[in-house]
């Protein structure tokens, strides 16, 4: 501020110096013609007393001195009033020049005014700045403290911030031995699940074993009891024990007449649908016989043995039938209108019709002896369906949150898995309700088709929309073997695969059309097959009844292949 003072003063200084020499002018000018005035005047008296002087001649000569001498004074007279008006008009002349120099300074008075009353200005803005200044300076003593004390609380920030991330290291520390020694634990939960697991198994197959003894001595015994009869060894009156040879499996999953045979070579060729066909399935309780299902509306039953058809079933007029099933003489469908339709295979009549999705069913299966139906549907729910009565019964809903592709019933049923839209599968209790796990990102797309694996309830085959077919432990919810290959492509949401009878085996269509088998245990391609002129959509693997005949697929042209 004290800068921008002086150089205020110094712009005053140069603006006022200029005048100095014009008032010094001035008064100069001033006292010339203060002197010519003089003059002038003393000339003027000089003038009169000359003028007396020439009428004191004039009078002399008049009265007798002669004419010489007024001659004389007319010529002096003369030339004093020659040097009176040469006199006058220098003084006109330096009165002009003072006039206009007055002019002068009165302008320049002017300037010197508003240069004053600039400097005034001037004056005042400086004060107002150095008010401003000594506020600023106030202002920045105040900001100074202030910066003092926040440097203060920084450092104590700084402070409680290293304080903090010594804390949340030892948290850190304290999480990462939680952690480990959490993933110990579920190590040692997944060892000791599957040492149970495994012991479970061995139990299961002690107990087989010795059901199997059992009926062995069952055998004996009809046999003793017989001989012991034959040779009169029995009593007149005592009945021989009905004593039966019944198998308590009760999945039914056993083979037919002859042992799991691979596909080799289409056997027969039918066009089972006028247009897409979306679904295959054999009979579960070994019967020739194979269910397909349509956008026809229709679901029809053929004959394994030399491909006629058995049946004709209607499922509504718009209906298009997106799932079916069949065992021993009960076929059930589902579809777009919302519903399930059973009907009796050997009247063709519908018996029941379940209502209650209200979007469309995307899967069905039938399980416990043909009594109980089980539906998903795009609702997001599964329903369980008691059918052993005239009138049908819902039993349960089971809820999710992803549309349900596919669904299987275990050979115990107690076990539902269900496919789903959003790349998993989840596994509930068919009597509680219960979900009993939820495995996600089986696949990075949708999981098309699911299915239990025939001798252990502990694997389930998934096919997924990311064109690879898996085996998953549903223990451990990881893979177990994955089948691919660069002409295997799935793009159907609906699109099935299936494991053999025996297990050993694992089939799938593809889009292109094609048929692939794999080795089960070791994920080898065994069989690559082509008979489908456009997307392969369903693919089932059944026991092959007294025909022999096991492998079927069909594809979007609604053709039907059944393969020897």
Request: net charge neutral; aromatic share 4%.
């Amino acid at each position: 501020m004290e800068d921008l003072y002086q150089l205020v003063l110094e712009r005053n200084n140069r603006e006022t110096n200029p005048f100095a020499p014009i008032h010094a002018a001035n008064a100069t000018l001033l006292n010339q013609i203060d002197a010519l005035q003089a003059k002038c005047s003393d000339l003027e008296r000089e003038l009169v007393i000359q003028r007396e002087k020439g009428q004191s001649n004039e009078t002399i000569a008049t009265g007798g001195r002669g004419a010489v001498p007024q001659s004389v004074a007319l010529k002096e007279e003369t030339r004093l009033r020659e040097k009176l008006e040469k006199l006058q008009e220098e003084l006109n002349e330096k009165l002009k020049a003072s006039a206009e120099e007055q002019a002068n300074i009165l302008e320049l008075t002017k300037e010197l005014s508003s240069v004053k009353d600039l400097n005034v200005a001037q004056e005042s803005t400086i004060s107002k700045l150095k008010a401003e200044n000594d506020r600023k300076e106030r202002s920045m003593d105040h900001m100074a403290s202030e910066l003092s004390d926040a440097k203060s609380r920084t450092k104590l920030a700084e402070q409680q911030y290293v304080g903090l991330k010594n804390s949340i290291r030892v948290l850190q520390e304290e999480n990462d031995l939680i952690k480990k020694e959490n993933q110990e634990l579920a190590t040692r939960f997944i060892t000791e699940k599957e040492r149970l697991s495994d012991e479970m198994n061995k139990l299961t197959e002690m107990v087989e074993k010795y059901k199997r003894e059992v009926q062995i001595l069952h055998g004996l015994k009809e046999q003793d009891d017989k001989r012991r009869s034959w040779f009169g060894l029995g009593s007149k009156g005592e009945k021989t024990p009905d004593v039966s040879n019944k198998s308590d499996d009760k999945d039914g999953r056993k083979f037919g007449t002859i042992s799991v045979v691979v596909p080799t070579a289409p056997k027969q060729t039918v066009q089972a649908h006028k247009g897409e066909a979306s679904c295959v399935r054999y009979d579960a309780s070994g019967a020739d016989l194979v269910a397909t299902g349509g956008a026809d509306s229709s679901v029809q039953v053929w004959d394994t043995s030399n491909g006629t058809l058995k049946a004709s079933l209607r499922g509504g007029s718009s209906n298009s039938i997106i799932s079916c099933d069949i065992s021993n003489g009960v076929v059930i469908g589902g579809g777009s209108d919302k519903t399930c339709r059973v009907w009796n295979l050997r009247t063709g009549r519908m018996i029941h019709h379940l209502v209650g999705h209200v979007h469309k069913i995307t899967c069905v299966r039938l399980f416990g002896g043909e009594r109980g139906v089980v539906t998903g549907s795009a609702d997001r729910s599964i329903k369980v369906w008691d059918i052993s009565k005239q009138t049908y019964r819902q039993t349960a809903t089971l809820r999710h949150s992803s549309t349900a592709n596919c669904v299987d019933v275990s050979a115990d049923l107690f076990t539902v898995v269900t496919a789903h839209l959003d790349g998993g599968i989840r596994l509930f209790n068919l009597q509680s309700g219960d979900r009993l796990a939820d495995i996600s990102h089986i696949h990075e797309g949708a999981v098309t088709s699911v299915q239990f694996h025939p001798k252990d309830n502990s694997k389930v085959l998934t096919n997924g929309m990311d064109s690879f077919v898996k085996i998953v432990d549903i223990r451990t919810g990881t893979p177990l073997q994955t089948f691919s290959d660069p002409q295997l492509h799935t793009s159907y949401g609906w699109a099935s695969a299936a494991f053999s009878p025996d297990g050993r085996y694992v089939g799938s269509g593809s889009t292109t059309g094609m048929i692939f088998v794999w080795e089960a245990e070791h994920g080898k391609l065994k069989k690559k097959l082509k008979n489908h002129e456009s997307c392969v959509c369903g693919f089932a693997w059944g026991r092959g009844g007294s025909s022999g005949q096991q492998v079927a697929s069909v594809d979007k042209q609604g053709v039907l292949t059944l393969w020897s």
